[in-house]
């Protein structure tokens, strides 16, 4: 009996790992880091042009908004430490903090985007240009 319950658990082990493989093109499809650009530096944010168009990935409702840059101002407050961003479709407000490592220099720092407990919960990325 012992034998036979190791069998079968082999065979469904099997049988699982050959159905995930068959699925596995399609959950490699779809887009990736050719369709967006997580901007972490400040010196990402200067190079946003107005007319380009960013993401607004909020972790707390799961939603993806999409906001147009208006000019390189605009841009700059995503990044400015201390200010805060509304998320559009929760309406929750997310700080903007300067996130640095110890034994890096103090050029090194990252723009992280935080909720009332200090917890990282949003960040904005560029949105690529089609070239169809």
């Known amino acids: 009996m012992k034998l036979m319950n190791q069998r079968i658990k082999t065979i469904g082990a099997g049988s699982l ?17 050719q369709q967006w650009q997580t901007l972490r530096g400040q010196e990402q944010f200067k190079r946003i042009k107005a007319g380009e168009k960013v993401a607004y990935v909020c972790n ?4 993806v908004s999409e906001r147009v840059v208006n000019s390189s101002e605009h841009a700059m407050e995503l990044c400015k430490e201390g200010a805060t961003v509304m998320c559009p479709s929760c309406t929750k407000k997310t700080k903007i903090v300067m ?8 050029t090194h720092s990252e723009v992280v985007y935080v909720n009332e407990k200090g917890e990282e919960c949003a960040f904005v990325a560029k949105i690529a240009e089609n070239n169809e």
Do not use: E, V
């Open 17 to 33: 790992l050959a159905l995930a493989l068959g699925f596995a093109p399609n959950m490699w499809a779809g887009p990736g880091p």
């Open 60 to 63: 707390q409702c799961k939603t």
């Open 99 to 106: 996130k640095r490592q110890r034994n890096d220099p103090p």
